[in-house]
Structure formats: C-alpha cells, structure tokens
C-alpha cells in the first residue's frame, strides 16, 4: 500500500500517486453510488487512504467497523485538506491547507489523545519539511478522548502545520462519573399518564448529589429535581435513577427538554442534554 511507503521511507508522491487513484474511482462509481441504481453491496468506496491521511486511521470500513481515527474535523466548509504526519497517544501532527478561497477555522476533535495539558501551535509551513517555518504563537488546552479544538484560522491555500504536543498528562477520564440521558428515556404510563425520566450514570465513578431541569419544549419555566447522587456501573448492571415528574404536565406536549446539572468533573458533557418526545406508552 502506498501509505505504507510514505510511513517508511517519506516519499511524498507515492501518495499523491494513490490519491489521484482514488479520485478517479470516486469519479467514475459516482453514478453507482448515487442516481443510477440502488446502493450496490458489491461497490466499495475507496476511503481507505482519504481516512488515513485525513483522521489518521480509519474511521469506518466494511468489516472494520470499530473507529480508529485520531482526529475528525468541523467547520471546514468542505475546504479542508489534512494529512496527519505523527500519531501517538501525547501528540497529534497534521498538515491543514485551506483548499477554498476565504480563510477558515476549524475545530479539530480529538478521539485518541491521553487526557493531559498539551501545548498547541498552528504555524506556516510553506517548505514542507514538517517543521513550522517561524516562531508561532503557542496555546495550552486541555484535551481528551472526544474534546474539541478550535484549530485557529487557516489563510487560503497555504500548508500550515498543527502540532498538539502534551505539556502533562492528567487522571484518565474514564475514571470519572458520567450522568447521561438521551431521547427515549421518558416513559408515560398509559393507564395513568405518570411520566418517569430515566437517568444514568455510564461512568468509572460514583456521581455525588445533582440536579435534573425539566421543560416543554419551547416553554418557559423549568422544573428541578434534586438526585442525592448515583453510583458507577458495576460488572453489567446499569446504573439508573428513575425521576417521577411531578410538573410540569408532559400531556400534551410534543417533547421535553431534559438537562442535567453537576459541578463533578465528567468523561462526557456532550450527553448531558437530551430532547425527548413524549410519546404515550
Ligand atoms: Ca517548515
Ligand atoms: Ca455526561
């Protein structure tokens, strides 16, 4: 494979050699894969190497289906071209060229880093030696599997050089509680209209005292439920706590907005915050 040509030796244009390759693919099945007949299981989108070079590792891939990446990108604008040059556990290398014609910023997220302090430095590297070409501003973040950081601007159609390099690793963050709930977690009991909220703790730590705001969609006024605290999960029990909702009233409304409030440090805030229709059980 061509990306293991680059890995060993650094040369550059058997890759470049494989990306055309895969652009013509892509451009020949695109037929295939869109208007000319149904999703064929036989055709295989060739994005292999566009993961490779763009995530780091593969993200998804028919018969690899657990997700390697080290990276992902948001607000691109479909303007972004990356290739991650060094991978490990405390540091994330990448190349990142705008492509389009107006500067952008991106966030980059983070699914493989060690949870720690890093160092991070967005520089010029316009004679593509992987080495920034100048002194460049360098930020301290936090990061950890899943976090988001905002990569700074990038001018249009230079290569820049992002460099994440750990300053000191921190406890790992599946050591932390984590409360959760998501958009089938409210049950309303059919004969007596009772709803129950469900919530979880899906963490590696018990989750002290926090409280539960509940609202109809797109209505004022919230309710709050204390919850005195709930412990980690142990072996495969799941850990629940189950909250009667007094009021407000559900009947009648399409959904509820459910967040939960904790000053505990968690391993994901992202689930914190769920939509739930109400539907009658
Ligand atoms: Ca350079
Ligand atoms: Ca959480």
């Known amino acids: 494979m061509k990306y293991l040509q680059w890995l ?9 050699e494989a990306l055309r390759a895969t652009l013509s693919d892509l451009s020949w099945e695109l037929p295939m894969w869109t208007e000319a007949e149904q999703s064929p299981d036989r055709l295989w989108l060739p994005q292999a190497l566009p993961n490779m070079m763009a995530l780091g ?10 997700p390697l990446q080290w990276v992902s990108w948001l ?51 316009a004679d593509e030696d992987g ?21 700074g601007e990038l001018p249009p159609r230079a290569v820049m050089l992002l460099e994440i390099m750990q300053a000191e690793a921190l406890e790992p963050i ?17 004969e007596t209209g009772a709803a129950t909220l469900t919530v979880h703790n899906i963490g590696g730590a018990d989750a002290g005292p926090f409280s539960v705001r509940v609202a109809r969609q797109g209505m004022d ?14 072996g495969l ?24 409030v904790t000053d505990q440090p968690e391993l994901f805030v992202g689930n914190n915050r769920a939509i739930v ?3 009658d059980g």
């Open 237 to 260: 029990e799941p850990s629940r706590a189950t909250i009667a909702l007094a009021g407000p009233d559900v009947a009648g409304c399409e959904a509820i907005e459910v967040e939960i």
């Open 8 to 16: 060993m030796t650094g040369e550059r244009e058997p890759v470049v």
């Open 221 to 234: 006024g919230w309710a709050t439920y204390e919850v005195v605290g709930l412990a980690a999960p142990e």
């Open 57 to 66: 590792d593969v993200s998804m891939l028919r018969n690899r289906t657990y």
């Open 75 to 125: 607000g691109t604008g479909g303007e972004l071209a990356a290739w991650v040059l060094d991978k490990a556990p405390d540091r994330l290398r990448v190349w990142l060229v705008n492509v389009g014609d107006e500067p952008i910023s991106p966030i980059a997220t983070v699914w493989r880093l060690q949870h720690g302090t890093y160092s991070v430095r967005l520089g010029a590297d």
């Open 131 to 151: 080495q920034p070409d100048g002194p460049a501003e360098t930020v301290e973040a936090e990061l950890a599997r899943g976090w988001e950081l905002p990569v």
């Open 277 to 279: 229709p109400v539907v």
């Open 174 to 190: 599946t050591e932390r509680a984590d409360l959760a709930v998501c958009d089938r977690d409210l049950a309303i009991d059919a």
